[in-house]
């Protein structure tokens, strides 16, 4: 029973999970959604005027569970919730609970998903992402979609005969609560200048002695092997620390950040992940700049993968700030596979900042961003007002070209003969 309001944060969602890691049959189930949020299920409600739509028992009971708490909750406006932070990490906390045999499966796959009930399994189903920009009916069965999918696979362990437990949840919220405060107070902040940030772990520090010598921070640090085995390394690498750190080398011409991860998921019993930057003079701007120069993995000590980075460089006595780094044809800073082993791997990292030189109070130094100032946006403005400044232009030309008689007919007169060349 939670109160009106009341917010589940990371650890307390672990405190509350641990039935499911105790229990005789270890048989558990996680639908994954790109976004949900409670208002989704308020919205097809009956308290909202529309017949419950939905089929499957598990969201049939969510329902009247939740129409439950809206009759009895002294406001049906606050209702208790997951915090969006522990539902992004909780694949992360199921993993590392040990002992489940991981199972990855879409919605295309279903018929062919393989329980052996003789030990824990957790079966993770990745639903198919929610469109946007629709209207609310188009919207309505769309998400009615995911919930034949919890059907057919909950049906199907159920005529097998298997015990098992079910989370349906989502990596993000569907919907969020915009403050007027916050929004009035929108503006480009980075960790190194932000006074109440929303940050909920400091940066992973190397320290030499009695110096931090490197800074690393990212909201989101996941990577994909073979494009199926998804390895999330942002709980293991920020929150708990579970990452070796000790080969990690500082100088002031080179540094190193070494992470090394022991059986990150099943199947890999070790991984490094290495960044190596430089930090060079350079003539034409007369000053030194700090380069991530390359990214390097390590699989169980002999797939070496590496790639060339583009567009991560700083000056020295700055940090690197980037929104998306990556694999991606698209991300603003790119990581280029260099041999056939990097191929094999698809890296994402979110809200991407790193230091490598000059770290002062164990603090990031003001950030160059990889957004630069002169956007496609700002391109097209400049050009579009260039355009019009010359139409304007060669219209205040025209007019001043105009000029006006100096001779008029007189009634009374002869007729005004007015001679070709003039």
């Avoid at 919730?81 to 199921?94: F, G, H, Q, R, W």
């Avoid at 107070?185 to 932000?194: H, N």
């Avoid at 085995?229 to 080398?249: C, K, Y």
């Amino acid at each position: 029973a939670m109160h009106e309001g009341h917010v589940v944060l990371a650890q307390e969602l672990t405190v509350l999970l641990q039935p499911l890691f105790t229990q005789n049959s270890r048989n558990l189930v996680l639908f994954l959604q790109d976004k949900l949020s409670i208002d989704d299920f308020t919205y097809l409600s009956e308290s909202n005027g529309s017949k419950n739509p939905f089929q499957n028992k598990v969201n049939k009971l969510f329902i009247n569970l939740l129409q439950g708490i809206l009759q009895s909750s002294p406001s049906s406006l606050v209702l208790p919730a997951v915090d969006c932070e522990a539902t992004k990490y909780l694949l992360s906390i199921l993993q590392e609970s040990g002992g489940w045999k991981v199972t990855n499966v879409t919605n295309l796959n279903i018929s062919q998903l393989e329980v052996d009930a003789s030990e824990p399994n957790l079966v993770v189903v990745q639903l198919q992402p929610l469109l946007s920009h629709l209207t609310q009916y188009v919207e309505l069965y769309i998400f009615l979609y995911p919930d034949k999918i919890i059907g057919r696979v909950t049906m199907d362990l159920q005529k097998r005969g298997i015990h098992f437990s079910v989370i349906y949840t989502a990596v993000r919220p569907s919907r969020i609560s915009r403050r007027t405060d916050v929004v009035s107070e929108l503006r480009r902040q980075l960790m190194a200048i932000e006074e109440e940030d929303s940050i909920s772990y400091p940066p992973l520090n190397v320290t030499t002695g009695n110096y931090t010598c490197i800074l690393f921070y990212a909201s989101n640090f996941s990577l994909q092997a073979n494009s199926s085995v998804l390895i999330d390394l942002t709980n293991a690498t920020f929150i708990t620390q579970d990452v070796d750190i000790s080969a990690s080398e500082c100088s002031d011409s080179n540094t190193t950040l070494s992470l090394k991860y022991t059986k990150p998921v099943n199947g890999i019993s070790s991984l490094e992940i290495r960044f190596l930057m430089t930090n060079k003079f350079y003539e034409v701007s007369a000053r030194k700049w700090s380069t991530l120069h390359s990214v390097e993995i390590i699989q169980d000590g002999g797939k070496f993968a590496t790639f060339t980075v583009s567009v991560i460089s700083a000056p020295a006595e700055y940090s690197f700030h980037c929104q998306l780094v990556g694999t991606g044809n698209l991300y603003p800073a790119r990581l280029i596979p260099s041999n056939d082993e990097a191929k094999n791997w698809t890296v994402f990292i979110s809200k991407f900042q790193i230091q490598g030189f000059n770290i002062e109070q164990n603090q990031f130094s003001y950030a160059s961003d990889c957004t630069g100032f002169f956007t496609p946006g700002i391109w097209m403005g400049l050009v579009t007002s260039i355009i019009l400044l010359w139409i304007l232009t060669y219209g205040i030309h025209l007019i001043m070209q105009l000029t006006t008689n100096s001779r008029f007919d007189d009634p009374k007169g002869p007729a005004l003969s007015v001679p070709q060349t003039e």
